[in-house]
């Protein structure tokens, strides 16, 4: 599976409104980011315990993107997937962290959660501010970001 590219939800398109921005700065015309360049980006990597769990995460990765497509506070979201390593990327931003962490409570994200956490041999999240105007963020930064040590 190829990478699917950085995609921002139906309602952050240029002249879309934006009812649940809670910025009081409006947004930005050119990829409805808040205009004040409040963004939290959050990048992920999973390594699966088998390729037997293969579909199963293809699904589960496919119902999650639509879910954050559809998300208040979704900005744009992208999934790398290398199925035969048994390996997967996502990056998304969010309007705020609290948009975010609502998220996590999304349905289709807590089925994700819960039927693919055990065929999890590890997971990494990170979590960083862009400077404002900054633009999208890349999957360089998102590897970057990744490969930092924890502190």
Do not use: C, K
């Amino acid at each position: 599976m190829p990478t699917i590219p950085w995609t921002i939800p139906p309602n952050r398109r240029p002249g879309a409104a934006h009812a649940e921005d809670t910025h009081a700065g409006g947004t930005n015309p050119a990829d409805g980011s808040p205009a004040d360049g409040a963004v939290e980006v959050m990048a992920s990597h999973f390594v699966l315990t088998s390729i037997r769990h293969t579909v199963a995460m293809l699904r589960s990765a496919m119902a999650v993107r639509r879910a954050v497509l559809a998300a208040p506070g979704a900005l744009g979201v992208s999934l790398v997937a290398r199925p035969l390593r048994r390996e997967y990327w996502t990056l998304s931003a969010w309007t705020d962290r609290a948009a975010l962490d609502a998220f996590v409570g999304d349905p289709h994200h807590r089925e994700a959660m819960r039927r693919l956490g055990p065929a999890m041999a590890r997971s990494r999240f990170v979590f960083w501010r862009p400077p404002a105007g900054a633009g999208a963020p890349t999957w360089a930064q998102a590897h970057e970001h990744l490969a930092a040590p924890t502190d």
